[in-house]
């Protein structure tokens, strides 16, 4: 028997078309941020990249999120991002992958996680629980694949890479307008 670990909410707002619109605004907040994780990492590492800072182009950013990307793991250039909609019985639960906590930020959720390896949570009932556990094994089937089994968002394309890689050359450029690499300290 596999382990089950199921990070997940109940969609609590008013139907497929409000998530919609929620899912939008959270992509924005999700782009923005990853803009901020680009910026600080590029300031803070470009050295050890092989960049000059005050010549930094956003092809060459697009390559580090690319290559960090296909590393996978919990890097901050790893771009790779999604939201992941199951319709069941009338409701709708999702799952955030690859976002760090910002799933914080999404509003109109109620936790639904559930794990076969762990106790319950105290503040739900057994039968609650066993619940979460059948609601899980029907939204995802036999192969218990998210991906064959939901809706997805992917958070990141290329035209959000290209989006973050832009702002972020010219954020650079702009701040290091004239100076050399070996008078930034």
Known sequence: MSTKIYNAYKYTGKNIESLFREL?????KYVEWKYGCVLFYLMDNCYREGLKIEAVEGWQIIELMKKYT????????????????????????IQFFGVDRLDSKFKN????????????????????WENRSKTWDKILGATHTPID????????????????????????RDKFKGEKSEDIK
């Not at 939008?24 to 924005?28: A, P, Y």
């Not at 959720?109 to 609650?128: C, G, M, V």
């Open 24 to 28: 939008q605004n959270f992509k924005k």
């Open 149 to 172: 089994s939901g809706l997805s968002l992917s958070l990141d394309t290329f035209n959000i890479r290209l989006d973050i890689a832009s702002r972020v050359a010219e954020y650079i």
């Open 109 to 128: 959720k109620k936790d639904f996680h559930y794990q076969d390896q762990t106790d319950k949570p105290s503040i739900i009932t057994e039968k609650q």
């Open 70 to 93: 296909d590393i996978g793991g919990w890097d901050v250039l790893n771009m790779q991002a999604s939201v992941m909609v199951y319709p069941y019985k009338g409701d709708l639960y």
